[in-house]
Nanobody, 121 residues
């Protein structure tokens, strides 16, 4: 199982970024995929998840209306479009298979490399 998140960077408050997650080594089409993030000194938290079958999406309250998750099963890719970014969104972002979209970091078996998002003026 391999997952590689990319697309992070430095952005000003109110700005936008799109994160990408490239997945391989497992039956991607059959797995829900989630985004998590970990800010300095804080625990890793679930941000968003997209189901495998019907494309149902889930978001933590703090990002609802600002972030949009999507997936492309033909390319084994998941995306996180982030807008209206706030300094508190600063974190390393990770993607991971999350079979039931629990968005609980302790239930995740496989982590890939994350990508750093810094929201600052």
């Amino acid at each position: 199982v391999q997952l590689q998140a990319s697309g992070g960077g430095l952005v000003q408050p109110g700005g936008s970024l799109r994160l990408s997650c490239a997945a391989s080594g497992f039956a991607f089409d059959y797995y829900a995929i989630a985004w998590f993030r970990q800010a300095p000194g804080k625990e890793r938290e679930g941000v968003s998840c997209i189901s495998s079958s019907d494309g149902r999406t889930y978001y933590t309250d703090s990002v609802k209306g600002r972030f949009t998750i999507s997936r492309d099963n033909d390319k084994n890719m998941v995306y996180l479009q982030m807008s209206a970014l706030k300094p508190e969104d600063t974190a390393v972002y990770y993607c991971a298979p999350d079979p039931y979209c629990h968005l609980v970091a302790g239930m995740i078996d496989h982590w890939g490399q994350g990508t750093l998002v810094t929201v600052s003026s």
